[in-house]
């Protein structure tokens, strides 16, 4: 079945996705998802590694690999190489996570391959970088988040360093490397040239301490653990009611003023503990004790309405079924449909943006490894005996 587009915004592209685990197909998702022609190339079943989430039936898989197409190539043959050439000959994008060295190794590298297409936008995502001191490193998701800093503000205080409860380090790199690919074909428009460029977990994790980083960078202020509670901002954080936990954030003078009429306490809008925000910082342990005490008076569901209602932002805390099952998360339209020909109908959850005239949407389910080599490689021209020929071989 030829290219289905997920959406027309990107539809007139062709990815040539060389990603394995997440980083990189994440970013390939992000371009599938609005309407690119993404071909996946893996290695035959027959030697390939552990390259897929959880197995290419498993939900993560499933998930990551949506609205691509799957083709294998046996890149350690060399008319897996020209092949892989020729296919990339006719694209607009090549994205690749190998080692630093593998590109070249294998003669796909950025120069090589814009000498024949010199409009290719050609992207790499690594562990640390192209080049430096630790370009050869093996990357993981969690070395990253420790390495970047997340991980050291990241928990309760005075307890271990917490990871993230989810591999933001591979999502993060994945994302901006589709910004970086959307930014060059935008800039191929003008100069009708390509480009490489790159981004690594690192660098990912680096950019997303945001705040933090000028916190130390300007104030000079070493960042620690706050816990479920925001660092500058107080009172903002995790509350107790009396059937459990739920997130109220403060904001601004007029704000707390509004939180302190609500939860009965006006006072507090002149005590001299909690009248101002470096106060309410120094005292922050007694004023989140109090808040708690008042909490405890009712269930989650009074509070949550009453600080809504009163302009003061509030929200329970929900686990997975709770929150798909949001009624404004159902409202937003994010779960969608597709039927797998392999499993049967899926729900995944789609995009997080709304293009009004160019909507995304999940138009095919996860391929298997190799579904659409022969539909691809006839696209090239190539015939019956040359498939034969080549399936024989081991090219594919």
């Not at 998702?29 to 552990?50: I, K």
């Not at 006719?90 to 070249?104: S, T």
Request: aromatic share 6%.
């Amino acid at each position: 079945m030829p290219h289905l587009p997920a959406s027309a915004a990107l539809q007139r592209f062709r990815v040539i996705d060389l990603t394995q685990v997440r980083a990189g197909p994440t970013a390939c998702r992000q371009l599938a998802d609005w309407g690119a022609d993404v071909v996946q190339v893996q290695m035959p079943e027959s030697m390939r590694g552990d390259d897929t989430l959880g197995g290419q039936d498993g939900s993560d898989y499933q998930y990551t690999h949506r609205n691509k197409r799957s083709i294998t190539l046996n890149l350690k043959e060399d008319e897996g190489i020209a092949t892989l050439k020729r296919l990339i000959a006719g694209a607009d994008v090549v994205v690749e996570n190998f080692r630093p060295d593998v590109k070249f190794r294998l003669s796909i590298d950025y120069a090589s391959l814009a000498a024949t297409n010199p409009g290719l936008v050609y992207a790499s995502i690594s562990g640390f970088g192209q080049t430096g001191p630790l370009a050869t490193r093996p990357g993981f998701d969690q070395i990253a988040q420790g390495m970047g800093g997340l991980m050291s503000v990241t928990g309760q205080p005075g307890e271990a360093p917490m990871r993230v409860g989810i591999p933001i380090a591979d999502l993060c790199a994945g994302i901006f490397a589709a910004q970086g690919i959307l930014v060059a074909l935008l800039e191929r428009e003008a100069s009708g040239k390509g480009q490489y460029l790159h981004t690594s977990l690192l660098e990912s994790m680096v950019y997303m301490l945001d705040f933090q980083t000028s916190r130390y960078l300007i104030d000079g202020e070493v960042a620690t653990q706050a816990g479920n509670f925001h660092p500058t901002s107080i009172p903002t954080g995790v509350y107790k009611a009396r059937d459990g936990y739920m997130n109220i954030a403060v904001f601004g003078s007029k704000i707390w003023e509004r939180f302190c009429q609500i939860l009965g306490a006006p006072e507090w809008i002149t005590d001299e503990r909690y009248h101002d925000k470096p106060s309410r910082s120094v005292n922050r342990d007694t004023l989140n004790a109090e808040i708690n005490r008042r909490l405890a008076t009712h269930d989650r569901a009074h509070w949550v309405q009453q600080f809504n209602d009163g302009g003061v932002a509030c929200g329970l805390i929900s686990n997975m079924k709770e929150a798909l099952e949001e009624p404004q998360v159902q409202h937003l339209g994010m779960i969608k449909d597709v039927v797998s020909k392999w499993q049967g109908p899926q729900r995944l959850v789609g995009q997080p943006m709304q293009l009004e005239r160019t909507p995304s949407t999940i138009a095919r389910a996860a391929p298997r490894r190799g579904e659409h080599t022969e539909e691809i490689l006839g696209e090239l021209g190539l015939g019956a005996e040359d498939l034969a020929r080549m399936k024989a071989a081991g090219v594919y």
